[in-house]
């Protein structure tokens, strides 16, 4: 079974309010990643979390707080946004992170738009 | 120079054709290939990945590696209208553990 699931599937949140996205994948996947992806665009990277810690930040603004509460979980925490951060949301997972062989699954996305 | 590259399409060919989608890369040490399909407005799904010079096949799809030639294809066979989507190519490199993302063909097999 290679499911991630992600929520909600759709937020729209005005550029005060704090929302959360979260995600969960039950394969004991020790990686997970959250992506950004503009129409027409792929995905790109924003962080990465391995064995639960923090590997990556890929520069994304403060107003991004990622959390991983346990090896199953992940969330994105989103404060004070602006509408070009209006986007698919997407969160991955795979066995491992660094080496190669590990493939990414991907889950259904939230799409957010800012107002 | 993108670090990997993809034709954006669209590649139009017909119902029960083989569709041919490429892919160049620039890292020569990178390690890991991989295919995404994804539908309009869905999330992007894994559908082969190929690790050695030469071909992979599963079912209808075929992948075909070239490190030589730093080069990446995937076939599909026997096309239907539901192939219909953006197909993605990710490399992972020997000097990086992230995803390396083309920018996607648009694929559209017509009836």
């Known amino acids: 079974d290679t499911e991630v699931t992600q929520t909600p599937k759709h937020l729209v949140m005005g550029m005060t309010n704090k929302k959360s996205l979260k995600c969960e994948q039950h394969?004991?996947?020790?990686?997970m990643y959250w992506y950004k992806q503009k129409a027409k665009k792929p995905p790109e990277l924003m962080f990465v979390?391995?064995?639960?810690?923090?590997?990556i930040n890929e520069s994304v603004p403060s107003r991004f707080s990622p959390e991983c509460p346990n090896s199953s979980l992940l969330n994105l925490h989103l404060h004070a946004l602006q509408p070009e951060d209006s986007a698919l949301y997407l969160c991955?997972?795979?066995?491992?992170?660094?080496?190669?062989?590990?493939?990414?699954?991907f889950g259904p996305g939230t799409r957010l738009t800012v107002t | 120079q993108k670090e990997v590259e993809q034709n954006s399409g669209p590649l139009s060919v017909p119902e029960g054709a083989i569709a041919s989608l490429n892919c160049t890369y620039s890292?020569?040490?990178?390690?890991?290939f991989f295919w995404y399909r994804q539908y309009s407005g869905k999330s992007p799904e894994l559908i082969m990945s190929?690790?050695?010079?030469g071909d992979k096949e599963d079912g209808r799809f075929t992948a075909q590696l070239n490190k030589a030639s730093q080069y990446v294809s995937l076939l599909i066979r026997d096309s239907q209208p539901s192939d219909s989507a953006t197909y993605l190519c990710?490399?992972?490199?020997?000097?990086?553990?992230?995803?390396?993302f083309g920018t996607g063909t648009r694929l559209q097999v017509f009836p």
């Open positions: 991955a997972s795979s066995q491992d992170y660094q080496g190669a062989g590990y493939e990414q699954y």
């Open positions: 890292d020569r040490v990178s390690q890991s």
């Open positions: 979390y391995s064995y639960e810690k923090l590997s």
């Open positions: 990710a490399v992972k490199g020997r000097n990086t553990d992230k995803l390396i």
């Open positions: 190929i690790y050695s010079n």
């Open positions: 394969m004991g996947h020790r990686a």
